[in-house]
């Protein structure tokens, strides 16, 4: 067991001399303590704040771990490979069995990485998916507006377009807007 005079009690929030009976040392030393405490507390809040690029830390470390499963997989594949050749050269028969169980560790070991970077790969997916979907968020209401305000004027367009083409083809048929029926009206005959 560690002594507590190898231990840096202070760290503890406990005082490291003995204790003082005197009312007016133990109110200078709790005051002392409590800014001390209120200090560290302040510092150990700053590091526990959440980072501002959290996904792209993720990243990093998966990154790192990809590059590290990389160089262990060729390990072991060229373990694998070794004990294979191994295993079909030696003549002992308990060398030989040795060999083969040395090539089917490794054989174990290369389909655990590649289920592990199969893992990672779809990590990788997911906070791709999450970075999209916070991208969309952010600007999604901007975009539901322009989407909705792009909507309309295509439909204004299409509306004046077919306003157009019943005008054309009403004047084809009928010399106006109204066509024959409406040239009849004007005439007097079957109106008012």
């Known amino acids: 067991m560690v002594g507590t005079d190898l231990v840096d009690m202070g760290l503890f929030g406990f005082a490291a001399g003995p204790c003082e009976y005197d009312g007016r040392v133990a109110e200078r030393r709790l005051a002392e303590e409590t800014h001390a405490l209120a200090t560290a507390e302040i510092l150990l809040d700053l590091k526990g704040e959440p980072s501002e690029d959290l996904l792209g830390e993720m990243q ?34 308990a060398s030989r069995k040795l060999a083969q169980a040395d090539a089917k560790a490794a054989i174990e070991a290369v389909s655990l990485i590649v289920r ?7 990590i990788y997916r997911s906070i791709d998916h999450e970075r999209r979907q916070a991208a969309e ?41 109204g066509g024959a029926a409406s040239s009849a009206c004007e005439d007097g005959e079957n109106g008012p």
């Open 137 to 177: 968020s952010a600007s999604g209401a901007d975009d539901d507006e322009a989407l909705v305000a792009k909507f309309n004027k295509l439909v204004d367009i299409r509306a004046a377009e077919l306003v157009r083409a019943r005008v054309a083809e009403e004047r084809d048929d009928g010399g106006g807007p």
């Open 60 to 93: 990093d470390m998966l990154s790192v771990m990809t590059k590290e499963l990389r160089e262990r997989f060729q390990r072991f594949q060229s373990q694998k490979v070794r004990a294979e050749t191994e295993a079909e050269t030696l003549p002992d028969e």
């Open 116 to 122: 592990t970077l199969e893992k990672i790969d779809s």
